[in-house]
């Protein structure tokens, strides 16, 4: 059944444990989602991004939504709008059938350029005013999330450019953190702590001095109530790398988030974790597979089968190592 993300998350709080949301931009994303909450007995968050709105169509993406509520019934199902840039995105999610928003103040409208404290608090008070007001749960962000070790400099393709964040920026401020909930009214909040989107967040296994655990400790001491959030959550998992330059892809090494980070995070307060990244790259490895197996074939969904199953298999390991297993 559809659900709040403030519902899902209370339960999580309660009995500890962590919710991995998922990107979700079409069919065979959803469907490997849905069949491995259900297949763990788990609640589950799906979220979509503006250009995955874009992708699929508003109008096709959202009766998906509500048709995968319909086929897996038993499965408490939270459909969330990630990253929107303005409370009119954020609107619009929830015109939808979106049942939580994130407003990303922490950027401005383009979603490039980093944004004072007052625009953000501004933003996400008003997204909050008119998401509660539906039933609607609320995630905002404070600090701007990008890698302590290129300065938030983006690495799309893993060579990296250089950004111009100091740590003061990329790290998030436990004080500012609890200004920010008691003049937002968030029901979740992301927080910055060195990790950043996409396969290339390291050039080697993170320690203490790249991912502030710290941070996180101290945000949850001062806000024991609010559900925190960790971004670029994905573990760019080796064998995956491996198997998408087996077969005609070419990544450079790259190091993503230690699956026992997150679970130590995941003690201290972070309820909701965000991956992508790592659904892509199984979808990616297993058609590269698939196709260089069967170079006279264009069947389509020859290419994409082995790709849902690795997903569904990756997803149900994430609901499993973060505890929401039986929860559902
Ligand atoms: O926020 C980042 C997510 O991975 C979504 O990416 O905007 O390419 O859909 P996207
Ligand atoms: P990854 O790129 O690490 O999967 O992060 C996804 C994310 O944070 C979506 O909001
Ligand atoms: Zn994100």
Redesign the pocket.
């Known amino acids: 059944a559809l659900t709040s993300l403030r519902q899902i998350l209370d339960h999580a709080g309660e009995h500890g444990y962590g919710l991995p949301a998922f ?1 979700v ?1 079409n069919l065979e994303t959803l469907l490997a989602v849905m069949r491995a909450a259900d297949r763990t007995d788990s609640p589950v968050i799906v979220q ?5 709105r874009k ?1 699929a169509d508003d109008t096709l993406l959202s009766a998906m939504f509500r048709a995968a509520a319909e086929r897996f019934p038993k499965v408490p199902l939270c459909v969330h709008q ?2 929107g840039s303005s409370p009119a995105v954020c609107k619009s999610a929830i015109d939808y059938g979106f049942t939580s928003v994130m407003m990303d103040g922490s950027l401005m409208a383009d979603g490039k350029t980093p944004a004072s404290y007052d625009y953000n608090v501004d933003v996400t008070a008003e997204t909050v005013r008119l998401a509660h007001a539906r039933g609607v749960s609320v995630e905002g962000e404070l600090g701007v999330l990008g890698s302590l070790e290129t300065g938030g400099g983006e690495q799309e393709d893993g060579h990296g450019a250089v950004g111009t964040l100091d740590h003061s920026q990329l790290l998030t401020d436990p004080q500012q953190a609890s200004d920010f909930v008691a003049a937002t009214g968030v029901d979740a909040l992301a927080v910055a702590i060195g990790t950043s ?2 396969a290339y967040k390291f050039s080697r296994k993170p320690a203490g001095d790249l991912l502030a655990m710290d941070v996180i400790a101290e945000i949850h001491r001062r806000l024991p109530h609010t559900h925190l959030v960790m ?2 959550a994905s573990t760019v998992p080796e064998d995956l790398q491996e198997l998408i330059n087996a077969n005609g892809g070419h990544m450079p090494k790259t190091f993503g988030v230690p699956l026992e980070e997150v679970e130590r995070s995941i003690k201290m307060g972070v309820r909701k974790i ?1 991956i ?2 790592d659904l ?1 790259m199984a979808l990616t490895g297993s058609a590269r597979e698939y196709l260089k197996a069967n170079p006279s074939s264009f069947d389509i969904r020859g290419m994409l089968k082995p790709g849902m199953k690795r997903m569904e298999d990756l997803c149900a390991e994430r609901l499993e190592r973060f505890g929401a297993a039986g929860h559902g």
Do not use: W
């Not at 979509?48 to 995955?52: D, E, G, N, V």
């Open positions: 990107n931009t979509a991004s503006q250009s995955a992708y990630d990253h989107h996409g971004h670029g965000n992508d990244t892509r």
